[in-house]
DNA sequence: GGGCGCTGTCATCTG
DNA sequence: CTCAGATGACAGCGC
């Protein structure tokens, strides 16, 4: 029944794509719903895909494993699942150019010989999950199999032209994969699961062995022992397994001794958050992939239209939107998303949305907004084109430098004017990123004419003069007592050549340029002694950091230690009282019961155990104590 | 009024 | 030498 309904699914799937083709919109969302994820047509036309827009029904489909992998009609459909497995495998940049460059080339026609069977894999959901899942993790490591793999299990789309050869190898043989292969295959997945597992409690293991091989010599050997004595022995091995099931205790009780590890940008993650209220569209994770991607790509790929830019329309859509949580999972893989934000690039989400949306940002958005002298604490690092502005800086560089690189690349990179660069610096978002920031670039306008800066600048100030005047620090009234159409924001900004220009240029007296100089070293200044002070308190809060880790640590090995102790105190106490036990039924050679005070069992380093007079370890003990106090007086 | 934190500024060093 | 940045020290200001 199962089956029957695939087909007839797939045939109602057939038809309605047909029916797309002619222009007609079917709606099978309603028939589909409890088998395929709704499928959503697009308005790009006849070449437009069927999507299965929320990816998670997606990735619970993926691969065809439930859909008819033979029917041509579903190149479409398989294509556009393809793309977006492509686009949602933009989270690990690893796989993306690979997979890509496999799928975009060309469509081979089908000639038939692997139509004949498809693969059984729609038979155990369970396979499926497993193998869909160590197939997007595996993908990583295993690029030969998981891509064959994947290739085989969409064959009737199209091949990948690359390594064409080997991957039509694997492919046909994968065909020829019958359902016991492929619970080998899913078997051997599962082993490298348990051996993952068995890796990971090897160490929980290796401790526990140490901790065994630490415990009392094996029982006794090469004696003629009693009856008593064997009892006694097996006592003994209940108190040898006793001491290392404490020890096993011992170790699971301890807590984790570094019970956390908060990063500094964590910590300024958090501060910030708290600190200002942004709204939480633009905090989301979901935000800050796109932002990843973003600074990834190249702009002009992404104002083509790439993969990414459709990212970001679907994050401006769900800001904009009021798109509810659970609507943000279902249309984005969280998965794909918590693999980045790990990956240290967290900060990078402050970059203004519209900045992203390739919109022109708040055109009126005033520089000087919290300090007295004009010189917003935001000037620093909002360069257009500062001279550390680089696609590279972007892995070198800490988050928030980078997401200004990037910012001011693609400003940069869009052909504006400086002065509409200027405008585009949101001083929100660097009163937000001061804390990740660690390069302090001061803002240039590099790629910029000095005709073109000095008539954007001047372009700049006559908006600004319309603005309400701030209040004006002492250089800014100097620099306007002079006349100048600058401020002194941009005489602290503007590069040097400029700079230098503008004081040839503007038949400046002696004092003038001295004050320009002097307006612009304080202007300087002023920000590398903010730059200087945050950066500071950020390494305060790191070492203040370690020294708390450090404080758990030590105090994790105190305890620790105090365990130990107490677990040997008691192993040498249960020791005594069966020695005591043993050597009071033991009997000399005239049938006397052995004093314990007169004799003592001894474990040697072969496992033997043998009763010695005390005196005897009494006077080795002396004696090595002696050896050693000899040895001592000769060292010096 | 003194303490404290923040900020701007200066002097100096470094690359 | 110039410039930019970093940093210690100092002063002013507000709380």
């Known amino acids: 029944m199962h089956h029957m309904k695939k087909y007839f699914t797939e045939g109602l799937i057939q038809f309605t794509i047909l029916l797309s083709l002619l222009g007609v919109r079917v709606d099978v969302d309603t028939y589909l719903s409890g088998y395929f994820s709704p499928l959503i047509e697009t308005d790009g036309g ?27 009609e579903l190149d479409y459909f398989f294509t556009s699942r393809r793309l977006l497995n492509e686009v949602r495998a933009l989270g690990s940049p690893a796989r993306f150019p690979t997979r890509v460059s496999a799928w975009l080339v060309h469509l081979v026609p089908d000639d038939g010989s692997d139509a004949g069977e498809p693969h059984d894999l729609s038979g155990d959901p369970d ?86 091989s630490s415990t009392l010599p094996p029982p006794l050997s090469g004696l003629e022992l ?170 070198e560089d800490e988050g928030g430098a980078t997401g200004y690189s990037s910012e001011a690349e693609s400003l940069s990179s869009k052909g504006g004017a400086c002065a509409a660069a200027y405008r585009d610096w949101s001083p929100v978002n660097l009163v937000e990123n001061v804390w990740h920031d660690h390069t302090y670039s001061t803002p240039q306008a590099q790629n910029c004419t000095s005709s073109s800066w000095f008539t954007a600048i001047k372009q700049e100030v006559m908006s600004e003069d319309e603005a309400e005047p701030e209040e004006m620090s002492r250089d800014e009234r100097r620099v306007q007592s002079l006349g100048l159409p600058f401020s002194a924001f941009q005489i602290v900004n503007m590069p040097v050549e400029n700079f230098l220009e503008l004081l040839d240029s503007q038949n400046l007296s002696g004092s003038e340029v001295t004050l320009l100089r002097d307006v612009r070293r304080r202007g300087k200044n002023k920000l590398a002694a903010q730059n200087c002070r945050k950066r500071k308190l950020d390494t305060i809060l790191t070492l203040q950091g370690e020294v708390d880790g450090l404080s758990v640590k030590r105090d994790a090995l105190l305890r620790q230690r105090s365990h130990t102790a107490k677990a040997l105190s008691a192993a040498a106490e249960r020791f005594e009282t069966l020695s005591q036990t043993v050597l009071s039924q033991l009997r000399d050679e005239y049938g006397h019961p052995l004093n314990p005070e007169h004799y003592t069992l001894h474990c040697s380093a072969n496992g033997r155990v043998m009763v010695q007079p005390r005196s005897i370890t009494t006077s080795r003990t002396m004696t090595g104590s002696k050896t050693m106090k000899r040895k001592k007086n000769k060292k010096p």
């Not at 994968?174 to 080998?184: G, K, P, R």
Request: charged residues 25%.
């Open 226 to 395: 009693p009856p008593q004595w064997q009892d006694f022995l097996s006592e003994f091995d209940d108190f040898d397994s006793m001491v290392t099931q404490r020890m096993s205790d011992l170790e699971s009780e301890l807590p984790n001794p570094i019970s956390y590890d908060v990063s500094l940008q964590d910590a300024m993650v958090s501060r910030r958050d708290t600190a200002h209220s942004r709204p939480a569209s633009s905090r989301t994770p979901l935000f800050r992939l796109e932002s990843t991607n973003s600074s990834h790509s190249d702009p002009s790929q992404s104002s083509a239209g790439a993969l990414p830019s459709s990212l970001f329309c679907l994050s401006g859509n769900s800001s904009r939107n009021d798109t509810s949580p659970s609507q943000m999972g279902g249309y984005l893989d969280e998965a794909v998303f918590d693999h980045i934000n790990m990956l240290d690039l967290g900060n990078l989400d402050t970059i203004d949305p519209q900045m992203l949306d390739g919109r022109e940002g708040d055109m009126d958005t005033p520089w000087l907004e919290d300090s007295d002298s004009g010189l917003s604490l935001e000037s620093s690092s909002r360069s257009p084109a500062s001279p550390s502005v680089s696609s590279d800086s972007f892995y």
């Open 127 to 212: 396979d499926e999950e497993i193998n869909d899942d160590d197939h997007r993790e595996e993908d990583d490591h295993r690029t030969g199999e998981g891509f064959g793999r994947s290739v085989s299990h969409d064959s009737t789309v199209s091949r990948p032209c690359c390594a064409a050869g080997e991957l039509s190898k694997e492919e046909t043989l994968l065909n020829q994969v019958n359902e016991e292969e492929e619970e080998e295959v899913v078997k051997d997945e599962r082993g490298q699961e348990d051996s993952l597992n068995q890796l990971t409690q090897s160490s929980t293991l290796e401790q526990e062995d140490l901790l065994g």
């Open 46 to 72: 006849p070449s437009s895909a069927f999507i299965q827009t929320p990816f998670h029904h997606y990735r619970d489909t993926a691969a065809g494993y439930q859909v008819h992998p033979k029917c041509p």
